[in-house]
Nanobody, 126 residues
Framework: VQLQASGGGEVQPGGSLRLSCAAS????????MGWFRQAPGKEREFVAA????????HYTDSVKGRFTISSDNAKNTVYLRMNSLKPEDTAVYYC????????????????????WGQGTQVTVSS
């Protein structure tokens, strides 16, 4: 499975962006897809995840109410809509996927994801 992330860029605080993650190769119709981010000098952290079967979504507390993860299974693409962006959202954003249905308590754990995209830079600055 290959994951191609796109949609990053530079926006002002309060602005919006939509990231896309397109899967190709030996894709799967179920499982879990997620977004993680890594800010300069910090560890990579969980942002959001979606179960492709059922569509349940999960977010880290700092983005709840501002970010929305969604999935177009027909296109094998996952999106991350980011509104009300803050300077602290500045990071390289990575998409990840696994054919496993990860339990909720582990959905933010990076080691459960088998495939990773190359990352797309998001910069929030005035």
């Amino acid at each position: 499975v290959q994951l191609q992330a796109s949609g990053g860029g530079e926006v002002q605080p309060g602005g919006s962006l939509r990231l896309s993650c397109a899967a190709s190769g030996r894709t799967f119709s179920s499982g879990t897809m997620g977004w993680f981010r890594q800010a300069p000098g910090k560890e990579r952290e969980f942002v959001a995840a979606i179960r492709r079967s059922g569509g349940s979504t999960h977010y880290t507390d700092s983005v709840k109410g501002r970010f929305t993860i969604s999935s177009d299974n027909a296109k094998n693409t996952v999106y991350l809509r980011m509104n009300s962006l803050k300077p602290e959202d500045t990071a390289v954003y990575y998409c990840a996927a696994t054919p496993k249905r990860i339990i909720v308590s582990a959905i933010s754990t990076q080691t459960f994801y088998d495939h990773w995209g190359q990352g797309t830079q998001v910069t929030v600055s005035s």
